[in-house]
């Protein structure tokens, strides 16, 4: 689905089964960003042939942060020309969480090559200048990338529309998500471009997600830490 001239959109909407949005920004060299579950590849494929897009065409993928949903599909670029990038964080955490997730779901995770680790400052690809900025909390490594010429905040599972990352997973922090929340709402975004559910688009509505965001992640945050008091 394209959103911008040179940006595409593939929204995950099973009720059933999870996995990430995928995004695409076309051009000179052509990026994906968050490939998703390996097993749900063909999905992604049969979307982006509609609109006149294959993987073989694919020169970049970036990966917002370290968790199956949104990484196990760099494996289909393996064997190719393909460079893919994430943070050095995020590439050590998928490697000592493997073993966790695969006891956890019975499932076995696929191996991956990473040509580049990332780390946070201007990305240029294909004349395209991609700020990337760090943002764990959610995820060791967390990532997310600012499109500077589009004004497209691609945040990963930092922000949604409405919502926030999960901090109860391992490895995550609310004081450091909290922090990156902040980071991110300085940034001048005309499109949120979430890892899950709708993206939001207008200066002002994008603006005011991120103030209702930090509302409900203060409120979520007290909740807990009263949650967890201890009477004497």
């Given at each position: ?71 196990e ?6 064997s ?21 997730w ?19 400052g ?16 959610h ?11 589009s004004?497209?905040?691609f ?13 109860d ?29 709708p ?34």
């Amino acid at each position: 689905m394209k959103v911008l001239p040179n940006l595409y959109f593939y929204p995950w909407e099973s009720m059933t089964e999870n996995n990430c949005n995928t995004f695409v920004i076309k051009g000179k060299t052509n990026i994906l960003i968050d490939p998703g579950h390996y097993h749900l590849l063909h999905e992604l494929q049969r979307k982006m042939t509609g609109d006149g897009l294959s993987f073989d065409d694919i020169d970049l993928v970036l990966v917002t942060h370290p968790h199956p949903d949104h990484i196990e599909g760099i494996a289909y670029w393996n064997s190719m020309d393909t460079v893919v990038a994430i943070h050095k964080e995020a590439h050590e955490f998928i490697e000592k969480y493997r073993s966790f997730w695969e006891e956890a779901t019975g499932k076995t995770m696929p191996h991956f090559n990473v040509d580049i680790f990332l780390k946070e400052g201007t990305l240029r690809a294909g004349g395209n200048t991609i700020q990337v900025i760090y943002t764990p909390g959610h995820a060791p490594g967390s990532v997310c990338f600012f499109w500077e010429e589009s004004k497209v905040l691609f945040s990963g599972d930092v922000v949604f529309a409405q919502s926030f990352g999960r901090f109860d997973l391992p490895g995550a922090d609310p004081v450091l998500l909290l922090q990156s929340l902040e980071k991110l709402v300085s940034l001048d975004v005309d499109v949120l471009a979430p890892g899950h559910g709708p993206i939001i688009q207008g200066k002002g509505a994008v603006k005011e997600n991120f103030y209702i965001v930090l509302g409900l992640f203060q409120q979520t945050v007290m909740k807990s830490m009263q949650n967890n008091e201890t009477t004497l």
